[in-house]
């Protein structure tokens, strides 16, 4: 029964404007100050995995990376806690090899490897990517045309099916609802990363990796599952539109299917909220992400994706004087409550159709009631009276 919990979210649809647009403004002044911070896959560099007999702190390895001038490597515990992943810059292979002895000597390590990464990956696989393009855009490095082809096509191709499957404005407004959830991810991750700058924050993963774009990809497919649910109900609707404005009937369909959106989101924040508390240093970069990307997913269904349809829907002949009609009509007396001691025997504040209007007086409905019929004996004890008068 959706009318009992009935939220107007289309009417305060310039504070939720106003809420993502600030979240956004400041993500991308972080992003201007260099809160981003690109992992080794984007940047090139080497990567060590070293196994312990005798497991150090991560304190403790840095220190010895401070002491070579590597103090800004990453060093990322793997495994069963006795394994590290410690990546750093490129370096030489003079500095590789001194760096692995400095390991060996202050430490019991039973196994260690090395192997140099290259800018490939970020160059060739994620320049179609949805970051490394507002990077490109917000540093004025040029990204390959192939990169920015791949981008267009997607968008085009969800344009396209959407606008087939529901129409040509739907499909508009739930593309920009996913870019508003990357801006956000973007936005959280640039700031996160200037806070560990500044302040030294560090329990929350601020690097941008594979695993961080893996988990941009997913919670954008999720963002779109969450918005075509939504925009469903809304054509379902526009069919029994009847004496509403557009608005109206969007945002009662809105908060028709508001639980299935608010079930589908927490059973899915549930999951990776434990991966990003209980996974592990290697994971956290990924459920952040995650975690973050699915709070703005089912936020921006709902108070970005469907006010803007809303919005552009009533522009429209038909809704526009709708909206017209109900305005210039007249106001609707507001009716005067029942009296206390006739109350509805189903809800208070539902009348049935038997029931005795406000106005009426209580002596007014025993006039206009049924006279009880009379008996036989009755009768005959009358006709009695009268003869004997």
Partial sequence: MYHRFHINFIGR??????????IILVGLIAVLLGGLQWGIEFQSGNQYTVRFDKTPSVAQVRAVLDKLKLGSATIQPIGDGNEYFIRTPRLSANTRSVVTSALKKEFKV???STREIGPVWGKQVTDGNILVRI????TGKTVSAGAVKALLASLLVLLLYISIRFEFKMAVAAIVA????ALIVVGIYAAVGLLETKVGLTWIPTEITSNTVAALLTILGF????????FHRIKENTELIGKRTYSIMANDSINQVLMRSVNTSVTALIPVTVLLLFGGETLKDFAFAMFVGLMSGAYSSIFI?????????ET?????LIRQKLASAPQAKTPIAPPAETPSPLRGEDWGEGAIPAQTSV???????????MSAAQKAKKKKKKKRR
């Fill in 178 to 181: 996913l870019v508003h959830d």
């Fill in 363 to 373: 002596e007014s409905a025993e006039l206009t009631a049924p006279k009880p019929q």
């Fill in 223 to 230: 963002s779109l599952y969450d918005t075509i649910v939504v």
């Fill in 135 to 138: 990077k490109s855009l917000l």
């Fill in 316 to 320: 429209e002949e038909r809704y526009r």
């Fill in 305 to 313: 994706a469907s006010p803007i349809l809303a919005m552009w829907k």
């Fill in 110 to 112: 039973a196994d260690i």
């Fill in 13 to 22: 649809k310039w504070l939720w404007f106003g809420i993502s647009g600030g």
